[in-house]
Nanobody
Framework: QVQLVESGGGLVQPGGSLRLSCAASGITFGNYGMNWYRQAPGKQREWVAG????????NYADSIQGRFTISRENAKNTVYLQMNSLKPEDTAVYYC?????????WGQGTQVTVSS
């Protein structure tokens, strides 16, 4: 059974930081590209960042470029999203995604709220 379990969300003030984690089980983690998506209330889910299976390539949405960093530890089957300089518009449920060709899995999401 494949599981992706996100953690690290919460309430943070504007300008603050959070680090999200996503622990994977039931897949050969090092074979999968990993992504973070987010969905704000009333909006469609949007892609935020991605990292290749070995961590050699990362890509980011323009909206978070320079503020967020995606990384992974294949030995721990975990992917991270370091979020700095958070803005109220970053408020959303953040989802972890694992993808390999036609195989794709999602986590249950973790809420991030940026508010004073």
């Amino acid at each position: 059974q494949v599981q992706l379990v996100e953690s690290g969300g919460g309430l943070v003030q504007p300008g603050g930081s959070l680090r999200l984690s996503c622990a994977a089980s039931g897949i050969t983690f090092g074979n999968y590209g990993m992504n973070w998506y987010r969905q704000a209330p009333g909006k469609q889910r949007e892609w935020v960042a991605g990292i290749s299976s070995r961590g050699t390539t990362t890509n980011y949405a323009d909206s978070i470029q320079g503020r967020f960093t995606i990384s992974r530890e294949n030995a721990k089957n975990t992917v991270y999203l370091q979020m700095n300089s958070l803005k109220p518009e970053d408020t959303a449920v953040y989802y972890c995604n694992a993808k390999l060709l036609q195989d794709e899995y999602w986590g249950q999401g973790t809420q991030v709220t940026v508010s004073s």
